[in-house]
């Protein structure tokens, strides 16, 4: 068996292995040989042979490429030339050019490339020297005679090299002239799409499931994909096959260690194995785990030898193992040294404590079965655990203690309640929270306050979910009477719970009706957060500030909005539902100025992200916006169903809200549209005299009136509305209020008093570009006539007339780019319109987060927008993205 990269397995297990070859990779044909020089390095079973391979049938260069395969620890320079001549005259150029060499006793390694040099020189047709296993040419001086002949060959000559390992060739001036290709692990690896063909053409269908699952677990990794192909074969479960398919599995464990941990020294092999315990490891932990020094270094230098050890983060002072070596070397660890395990991880626990990263150092202490250290771990960290947005993370950390543990630790009961809180139906809440108290009872004396802080901030957490405003108040009240009586005991927290508290109060007022008192929360919350470092109190801040502001300013609720998601998609938060709630606004601000298609995409992002079931108040608000949506689009039905539906979670609040009535109001009108005035009529005098004496309540009578045919009674109805009497809340629906005015004069022959109307609704729409209103209640002769007799907002009407007309706000000439997109930048770009957040970007192209992160930022600023929404759009504009596809 070859020891070769991609053909180490073939003669044990036949050709199946030729379907990596099949597997058709554009991208990386386009990029070998572009160059005068081309290196592609990587680790051991990347298939780099089998795309080299691969290239040179595909692109018909059997006989103008020279196939130079170095034998395994190659030392005789002399042999390594013979073996470069040979090839060289199997070509169609080289066999004319270049003149045959025996082996000799005196044949200088030297003296070949000068007369290789000399036979090439009048070389004018293209040629490549493909050199595989370069990083087996063990001889310094041979490799000093490659640089040679690199450095002076002809220009039709290009070289393709393939290496395990960087290459110490000198090829820096080639990289500064921009004659070098460099081709890394991350470009070999495999994506999905690659991995399904590859699968169907060994004779495996995979379920989407499980072929996500395996392309994640071997990270694209062609050894490993060729491996699990094989095993797949036939397999009667092939989805548990592809969830437990590991680095410990037979064949998998066998080329590891044969091609990469037996490669390796004592002392290295020992330092993969102590660390194979971490996610990311660093030179200070590597130290720590194996009790020398020079640890940093080594990981160093296996990142450049390509051992599957990858450094993260732009200092480049953290490292990962691949996950299926390190599932090898973990195996490989408890197999030599089961009794030194836990003290691993109890060690690695602590320091990552001191460290700052709790979530790490909480699993390894569980890792370490060291309960009585991961509660109180947990319990010390769950507050700003909590204010980092890591929620998920707290979930996923209870789950990690036996049951046992939870019930018997005051604390850990504590916060398995708070964790439940903020799953559990509304019905269920209450239980949960005297399950809280009851567990604080049971905590020891000295950690009494601490508990009692967890608690209340679960209380504040509880009132905000239910849009509770007494019970937060109380809640915050509590929180502050707790952490007075526990100075200390969470250090530092006290900015940070003031921050909580703010931004909990103003969530809270906002979602209830009391904007000024949520905006003067929230801002103070998000500026405290911004202060203290907390960003993800800050994003929060700032979608909820959206949410307010629409009903004040449409420009600062968007540009509120796209902060917050700007903020969301720097941190991987655009699933949280606080992203939800700014796309809601966003989505609510754009239908109410007409751009209905831009309000859909938003919508579509918050129903994906808010939780509806176990938030009645969420499931009330977001199903208003897409009912007032497809009211826009004149579909009364679905809108209907949405008014209804908003309706039903609304039966569920435990307290009283203003958006109620409202949304009330807006079944009344979807009712009116379709004709069924009798069912309008009698669902109003359904309501309470309060409520019927409320703005949104007189708008929808007045509605109904006129489709009655009484317009006296509906200028009757809107009279309080119009004079002031009646208090809205947001002053759009005065241009509401004034449309159907205009509606009601005209039917009675009142031109002036019409045209007046319309003239106010214009301006109350002008500030905020409210036109939706203009489409729900055309007055299109009414809007002819003001620009006839002179107006002010004849812009306005011309872009009511469009909306009327059936058209979307014009598109603006897109901007050219500030500066041309890299390669890298590029790949980043054409996963956005996916909606992959940034961590599954980062997975699919086998890169770091903060990669991707660095590229996002450039790509921001070369398109010139603030962004991951505006890049899409411009980039569809500039042709650099595939137009959308538009929905059936």
């Not at 938030?615 to 208003?624: A, D, E, L, N």
Request: proline share 5%; net charge negative.
């Amino acid at each position: 068996m070859r020891s070769g990269d991609g053909l180490r397995f073939e003669s044990e297990y036949g050709a199946r292995f030729d379907a990596v070859g099949l597997v058709s990779r554009p991208g990386l044909s386009e990029r070998l040989g572009a160059s005068r020089v081309t290196v592609v390095s990587a680790p051991p079973g990347s298939g780099k042979t089998v795309l080299l391979r691969s290239w040179i049938c595909e692109t018909d260069l059997a006989a103008r490429a020279a196939w130079v395969p170095v034998q395994p620890d190659e030392r005789d320079p002399q042999r390594f030339w013979l073996s470069v001549f040979a090839a060289l005259r199997r070509t169609t150029s080289g066999a004319e050019l270049v003149q045959s060499v025996s082996a000799a006793p005196d044949l200088d390694g030297w003296a070949l490339v000068e007369r290789l040099l000399e036979d090439l020189a009048p070389l004018r047709e293209r040629l490549w020297l493909v050199i595989d296993d370069v990083h087996e040419l063990g001889s310094a001086e041979a490799l000093r005679q490659l640089e040679l002949l690199v450095m002076r060959a002809p220009p039709a000559l290009r070289f393709v090299l393939a290496t395990r390992h960087d290459l110490r060739l000198g090829l820096h001036r080639l990289r500064v002239e921009g004659e070098l290709t460099e081709i890394h692990p991350a470009d070999l690896r495999f994506t999905r799409e690659q991995t399904r063909v590859l699968l169907e053409l060994a004779g495996v269908r995979l379920p989407e499931p499980a072929l996500v699952t395996l392309q994640q677990r071997t990270e694209g990794w062609a050894a490993g994909l060729r491996m699990a192909a094989l095993s797949l074969a036939g397999h009667p479960d092939p989805g548990r096959f592809a969830a437990e398919f590991s680095g410990s599995e037979r064949t998998v464990a066998e080329y590891l260690i044969a091609e990469v941990l037996e490669r390796q020294s004592e002392h290295v092999r020992r330092l993969l194995l102590r660390t194979s315990i971490l996610e990311r490891v660093s030179g200070e932990l590597a130290d720590l785990l194996t009790g020398d020094i020079g640890g940093e270094r080594v990981l160093q230098d296996l990142e450049r030898a390509n051992a599957f050890v990858t450094a993260v983060g732009p200092a480049r002072t953290w490292f990962r193992y691949h996950q299926m070596f390190a599932e090898l070397l973990q195996l490989e660890l408890r197999r030599s040294a089961p009794d030194e395990v836990a003290g691993l991880h109890r060690a690695a626990s602590d320091r990552l404590a001191e460290q700052g990263f709790p979530a790490a150092a909480i699993r390894h202490a569980q890792a370490a079965q060291d309960w009585n250290l991961a509660a109180r771990l947990l319990a010390d960290h769950w507050p700003g655990l909590l204010m980092d947005g890591q929620i998920g993370t707290v979930h996923q950390l209870l789950a990690g203690f036996p049951a046992a543990v939870v019930t018997a630790d005051g604390e850990l009961m504590v916060i398995s309640a708070a964790d439940e809180l903020r799953q559990s139906h509304e019905k269920t809440e209450e239980h949960y929270l005297n399950l809280a108290e009851r567990a604080v009872a049971s905590v020891p004396a000295e950690r009494k306050a601490h508990a009692r802080l967890v608690l209340d901030i679960a209380r504040l957490l509880l009132a905000r979910h239910r849009w509770n405003l007494r019970g937060a108040f109380a809640a915050v009240h509590e929180l502050k009477r707790a952490a007075a009586q526990a100075p200390g005991m969470i250090p530092d927290l006290g900015d940070d719970l003031r921050a909580l508290a703010l931004v909990g109060l103003g969530t809270t007022e906002g979602t209830i009706g009391h904007l000024e008192d949520a905006v003067r929360h929230l801002e103070m919350g998000a500026a405290l957060a911004r202060r203290i470092g907390r960003p993800y109190l800050e994003f929060t801040s700032l979608a909820y500030q959206a949410q307010a502001r629409m009903f004040g300013s449409f420009t600062l609720a968007i540009e509120l909005g796209e902060q917050a998601m700007e903020l969301a998609r720097r941190h991987g938060w655009t699933e949280e539902p606080a992203a939800g709630i700014a796309c809601a606004a966003l989505a609510g601000t754009q239908t109410w100025q007409g751009r209905l298609a831009e309000a859909d995409r938003w919508l579509q992002h918050a129903d994906r992200t808010l939780r509806w079931e176990a938030q009645p108040s969420t499931g009330m608000s977001i199903r208003v916006v897409q009912g007032i949506l497809e009211l826009g689009r004149g579909r009364n039905t679905e809108a209907l169903a949405y008014f209804q539906a908003s309706e039903r979670f609304a039966a569920r609040l435990s307290e009283p809200n203003l958006m109620v009535t409202a949304l009330r109001a807006f079944r009344l009108q979807a009712l009116v549209r379709l004709g069924r005035t009798e069912t309008a009529a009698a669902g109003f005098d359904e309501f309470d005299a309060a409520e019927q004496h409320s703005a949104p309540m007189h708008l929808a009578l007045a509605a109904l009136r006129i489709a009655e045919g009484a317009p006296h009674a509906a200028i009757a109805a809107l009279a309080p509305v119009l004079d002031g009497s009646l208090p809205v809340l947001w002053r759009g629906w005065l241009t509401q209020g004034h449309l159907l005015e205009a509606t009601a004069r005209d039917a009675l022959g009142e031109p002036d008093a019409a045209e007046a109307a319309v003239e106010r609704a214009l301006e109350t729409a002008a500030p905020s570009g409210a036109v939706l209103w203009f489409l729900l209640y055309p007055v299109s002769e009414l809007l002819d006539r003001r620009v006839q007799h002179g107006t002010g907002h004849t812009v306005l009407i011309a872009e009511i007339k469009n909306l009327l007309a059936g058209h979307q706000p014009p598109v603006a000439t897109p901007r050219p780019l500030v500066e041309a997109l890299s390669d890298s930048e590029i790949r980043v770009l054409r996963y956005l319109p996916t909606h992959l957040s940034t961590p599954e970007i980062a997975r699919e192209l086998s890169v770091s987060r903060n990669t991707v992160k660095s590229h996002l930022r450039n790509l921001y600023t070369k398109l010139g927008v603030h962004g991951r929404d505006e890049a899409i759009g411009h980039a569809r504009a500039l042709g650099l993205l595939a137009p959308a596809t538009r929905r059936r």
